[in-house]
Every structure is written in structure tokens, then in C-alpha cells.
């Protein structure tokens, strides 16, 4: 059972390029989510997604971009790379605020440098 | 003030001594409450989920104080693999977002 997976784990990029993280669960969970972690910030909401077809903004959106595929799968692009969002981000789900308690469960994260 | 407070440490403790952390929220609708455990370069995992009434698990004892607006983790009979970031984290019913505090970096000392 692999849980959540997002693939890449490494990627160094340039400013002003672009590219996609992408995450997949296999819980048959309702909800998806996109955080980053900096020093010293904690884990701060990109964007999430309640159930598949509705994506709605967190606490950092800008800059960013979601697509929640299908139940399983949940992408993160960066149109435009920036130096600032230099982070690792992490993919996480859950079976949504109605299961009772709303636990997340979160990918191993990918490690993303802008230069 | 932040929505969730956290003492980031670092908290440097010996095998075997019990330590207590604290959380403060600042919204009085919270409803939903955790705490995870993040170990170096890894992804958080949940630890335990904090109940009105208290909770134990193990070694482990979760508590919610509604009045003061905190929530506290106690370790008892710390262990070396006891060592990593624990993180608070806080929900309001029916809402998908979950907000995490900056972390409490432990560190148990042989």
C-alpha cells in the first residue's frame, strides 16, 4: 500500500521556468492538499482540493497552480519559477472534513531549488 | 498573534526524563486538534489526535485545555528514537484546512 506518492522527490530549476509536481493516492481519500515547509514558517497551505472537480486556495497561492485530475491524482504547477519558492513541498490526503477526525496523510515531499 | 504557537526549542532532554510541550491556538471555533511528529528531511506523521477529554497513548499523553486555549504532548520515559520536530496542528469542524504551528524540535540526549 503505497499511500501518497509525489514524484519528483529532487529538482533544481531555473527562474522563469516552469514545471509540475505531481501526487497520487491509492486511500480512496476525498481530499487532497499541496503545502510547502520553510525554515522557521512550518507548513503553510498552497491549495487543497475537497473532492475531486473543486480546487480552492490556501494560505500561499500565488505563484502557483492546481489540477485535481481525477479522485486519485492531485498536480501542483509553477508557471514562472521564482527564487522564493525555493521549499519542499509536500502532497498530502484525507478523507475530508466530514469523516469525523481529518487526518492527513502525507507524501515523502519534493524538494524544489530555484536559482 | 499566530493562528497555532508553538515553543520551537530546542528542547534537549536525557533518555529517560519526561518533557512537556505546549500549543496555543487563537481561534476560540476550533474543534479538531493533533499532533504530528516530523523526523529529519522526512514527512510529517500523525502522532496522535487530541480528544476533549485527554488521551494516552502508550508513553504518550495528549491534553486540551478549551479555557486557556492550548493543547500539551507529555513524554514519558523519553526514548533516543523520541528525537524529532513534533507539530501542533488545528482545525475548525467542517473545514478542510488544518493549520500547523512552526514545530517543537526534541532532542533526547544519551
Known amino acids: 500500500n503505497a499511500g501518497v506518492t509525489q514524484t519528483p522527490k529532487f529538482q533544481v530549476l531555473k527562474t522563469g521556468q516552469s514545471m509540475t509536481l505531481q501526487c497520487a493516492q491509492d486511500?480512496?481519500?476525498?481530499?487532497m492538499y499541496w503545502y510547502r515547509q520553510d525554515p522557521g514558517m512550518g507548513l503553510r497551505l498552497i491549495y487543497y482540493?475537497?473532492?475531486?472537480?473543486?480546487?480552492d486556495k490556501g494560505e500561499v497561492p500565488n505563484g502557483y497552480n492546481v489540477s485535481r485530475l481525477n479522485k486519485r491524482e492531485f498536480s501542483l504547477r509553477l508557471e514562472s519559477a521564482a527564487p522564493s519558492q525555493t521549499s519542499v513541498y509536500f502532497c498530502?490526503?484525507?478523507?475530508?472534513?466530514?469523516?469525523?477526525?481529518?487526518?492527513?496523510?502525507f507524501g515523502a515531499g519534493s524538494r524544489l531549488t530555484v536559482l | 498573534r499566530k493562528e497555532v504557537e508553538q515553543d520551537p526549542g530546542p528542547f534537549n532532554v536525557p533518555e529517560g526524563a519526561t518533557v512537556a510541550f505546549n500549543c496555543t491556538y487563537s481561534?476560540?471555533?476550533?474543534?479538531?486538534f493533533f499532533w504530528y511528529r516530523q523526523d529529519c528531511r522526512k514527512e510529517p506523521k500523525l502522532l496522535m489526535s487530541?480528544?476533549?477529554s485527554g488521551n494516552e497513548d502508550g508513553r504518550f499523553t495528549a491534553q486540551l485545555n478549551r479555557a486557556s486555549q492550548y493543547i500539551s504532548l507529555l513524554i514519558r520515559d523519553s526514548k533516543l528514537s523520541d528525537s524529532a520536530t513534533y507539530l501542533c496542528?488545528?482545525?475548525?469542524?467542517?473545514?478542510?484546512?488544518?493549520?500547523f504551528g512552526t514545530g517543537t524540535r526534541l532532542t533526547i540526549i544519551p
Open positions: 498530502a490526503s484525507s478523507a475530508g472534513r466530514f469523516s469525523g477526525a481529518n487526518v492527513l496523510t
Open positions: 486511500m480512496n481519500h476525498n481530499s
Open positions: 482540493s475537497a473532492s475531486e472537480g473543486t480546487t
Open positions: 481561534n476560540s471555533a476550533s474543534q479538531s
Open positions: 487530541v480528544y476533549s
Open positions: 496542528v488545528v482545525g475548525l469542524f467542517g473545514n478542510e484546512k488544518l493549520t
